[in-house]
Structure formats: structure tokens, C-alpha cells
């Protein structure tokens, strides 16, 4: 492992960071819209199961029967999966920051996410994030889930960093402070700006 005080390996969250939300409440929203549900019983069956869908537990087509399709419905589990995976979007500006600095200062990347495993490679691979994304510790391949600190420290041990030489990006407050309390430096990532001043103050800067 580094012993020095330099960054070698980023760490970041896919949601709100590189690529919108795969299936967070907004996109949950607009299905119910589109599908015409009633979006309080879909959310309510949603948080019973979502804990054990992102954590690779449950398939895709178990969490649809348990959340949509535990009675007839209009429409067909297939015509709900692609709406579901037509709502990512790629943050272009972030994905470029990532791929410049990976070249420039020859970084180790890693994603710490919460994902279930279908969306999930869906999203890695429409959006190719394996070509400068090293490794993933998704919540669907580890079988745990942020805010368990365990994520972090299995991310440590993958990666073969200390922490001190780890810097995190993620958009939720809590894994932020759950992340420093490893002594991972981390970044509330708000928007292409701001996060780009704050790798600039870690010595991280591609102007």
C-alpha cells in the first residue's frame, strides 16, 4: 500500500454523480404517472424490498412481481423494464473530469454504489463505465449496502489503498461523513464545479 499523503485511487457513486439516478423516487414518480399507479402503494411495497433487490438478493422480475405485477396489470413486465431503464442519463461533464484524471495522474478507480445488479450492469455498460472504471463495489455484487460501513472498508481492502491516500465523490451527505470517519477524504459532490475545486485542492486538476 502507498504510505504517503497522495491521492492514488478515487472512489465515487454512480447516482447524481456520473449518471442520474437509475431508480430513484423521481423516476419512480414518473412510472406511476406513465403506468398509471397509484405511486403510494408501489412506494410502500418499494421500501420493503429495496434493501434486499440493491443488495443482489432478489432479481429484477422478483422485485417487479412484489412491487407491480402482484395483480394484472395493462401492460407487460418487459414494457415497465425498459421505461425503467430509459430514465439514466449520463453526467458527460463528470464522466470526462474522471477519464482526464485517470490519465493524467495514472489514478486507481473504483465505484461504491447502491444498485441492483440488472440496473446496474445496464447502466455500466450503455454508458461504458468499465472503460476507466478499474472495479466495482456495487451493493448487488458485495451483498451490502451504504450506509453499512463495511462497504468502505471492503472497498479499502480491494483497492489495497490506505485511506489517507483514498478520495471519495458521492452526493449523499451521510456516506460523505461515513467515508471520513475511515479517514477517506471525501468530496460532497454538488455539481461539475464545485467538485472540480475541491479535487483542485487535493492536488487533483486538469487545467
Known sequence: MENSNLITTLFLDIGDVLLTNGWGHKSRIA???????NYDEMQNRHRLVMATFEEGKITL????????????????????????????????????????????????????????????????N????????DFFISS??????KPDADIFRLA?????????????????QMF?????????????HINKLSTSAELASFGLSIG
Do not use: W
Not at 414494457?79 to 484524471?101: D, W, Y
Not at 448487488?140 to 449496502?145: K, T, W
Open 31 to 37: 412510472a406511476a404517472k406513465a403506468f398509471n399507479l
Open 61 to 124: 422480475s422478483e422485485y417487479l412481481n412484489r412491487t407491480i405485477f402482484y395483480k394484472e396489470r395493462s401492460f407487460t413486465p418487459e414494457v415497465f423494464r425498459e421505461f425503467m431503464f430509459a430514465q439514466t442519463a449520463p453526467n458527460k461533464e463528470m464522466i470526462e473530469l474522471m477519464r482526464q484524471l485517470k490519465e493524467k495522474y495514472h489514478l486507481k478507480i473504483a465505484v461504491i454504489n447502491n444498485e441492483a445488479r440488472e440496473l446496474n450492469e445496464y447502466r455500466i
Open 126 to 133: 450503455k454508458f461504458q463505465l468499465n472503460k476507466f472504471v
Open 140 to 145: 448487488c455484487f458485495v451483498h451490502i449496502r
Open 156 to 172: 479499502l481492502d480491494i483497492a489495497q489503498v490506505l485511506p489517507e491516500n483514498a478520495l471519495y465523490i458521492e452526493d449523499t
Open 176 to 188: 460523505v461523513d461515513i467515508a471520513r470517519d475511515f479517514g477517506i477524504r471525501s468530496i460532497k
